[in-house]
T-cell receptor
Framework: RKEVEQDPGPFNVPEGATVAFNCTYS??????FFWYRQDCRKEPKLLMS???SGNEDGRFTAQLNRASQYISLLIRDSKLSDSATYLC????????????FGTGTRLLVSP | GAGVSQSPSNKVTEKGKDVELRCDPI?????LYWYRQSLGQGLEFLIY????????KSGLPSDRFSAERTGGSVSTLTIQRTQQEDSAVYLC?????????????FGPGTRLTVT
């Protein structure tokens, strides 16, 4: 079983839609959680960290459920520019900041 | 300011040849990481450098892979006797420090194709 699992998608949604992605992680020692965004043939970039209490950044809301080892990302009012692959990332302290990446969920927002 | 840079951006090589991939981290960043991303796979950690400490090589897939970091700045990832399964995008990242709260900034990657 992969340490971080995501539905690969693609999720096809119209502009203005609300879409949610889920991610599960297997290692209970995971300490920090992130969503990264990766555009086609580009490097990953940090979208937002995920806090235990849940956090929001504009149209983006991230939730963490440690008991179920589950992370979610909600995007409201989707824009064409949100089309990308969203990577779920967990950080397991092993003497350094080791990031473990999911394979990503692809989102396609259409006009 | 300048981000992480990598060179070359693309490299095509014949099976069995050696290749060197270069990473210039953000100035002042003490931590440097190498990852690779194969088609349809998540990013896979390869090696980590922190300052002048011995690197963590736990992610290197075989002894054909090695990396060094000179003067605590530029890093070179070397793959000897390349195989077709080495074809991937090799990404370098750096962070100000190695702690959990320090964001890793990624370079644009080197796309390696082994024919």
């Amino acid at each position: 079983r992969k340490e971080v699992e995501q539905d690969p998608g693609p999720f096809n949604v119209p502009e203005g839609a609300t879409v949610a992605f889920n991610c599960t992680y297997s290692n209970s020692a995971s300490q920090s959680f992130f969503w990264y965004r990766q555009d086609c043939r580009k490097e990953p970039k940090l979208l937002m960290s995920v806090y235990s209490s849940g956090n929001e950044d504009g149209r983006f809301t991230a939730q963490l459920n440690r008991a179920s080892q589950y992370i979610s990302l909600l995007i409201r009012d989707s824009k064409l520019s949100d089309s990308a692959t969203y990577l779920c990332v967990v950080n397991r302290r092993t003497g350094f900041q080791k990031l473990v990446f999911g394979t990503g969920t692809r989102l396609l927002v259409s006009p | 300011g300048a981000g992480v840079s990598q060179s070359p951006s693309n490299k095509v090589t014949e099976k069995g040849k050696d290749v060197e991939l270069r990473c210039d981290p953000i100035s002042g960043h003490t931590a440097l990481y190498w990852y690779r991303q194969s088609l349809g796979q998540g990013l896979e950690f390869l090696i980590y450098f922190q300052g002048n400490s011995a690197p963590d090589k736990s992610g290197l897939p075989s002894d054909r892979f090695s990396a060094e970091r000179t003067g605590g700045s530029v890093s070179t990832l070397t793959i000897q006797r390349t195989q077709q399964e080495d074809s991937a995008v090799y990404l370098c990242a750096s962070s100000e420090r190695a702690g959990l709260s320090y964001e890793q900034y990624f370079g644009p990657g080197t796309r390696l194709t082994v024919t």
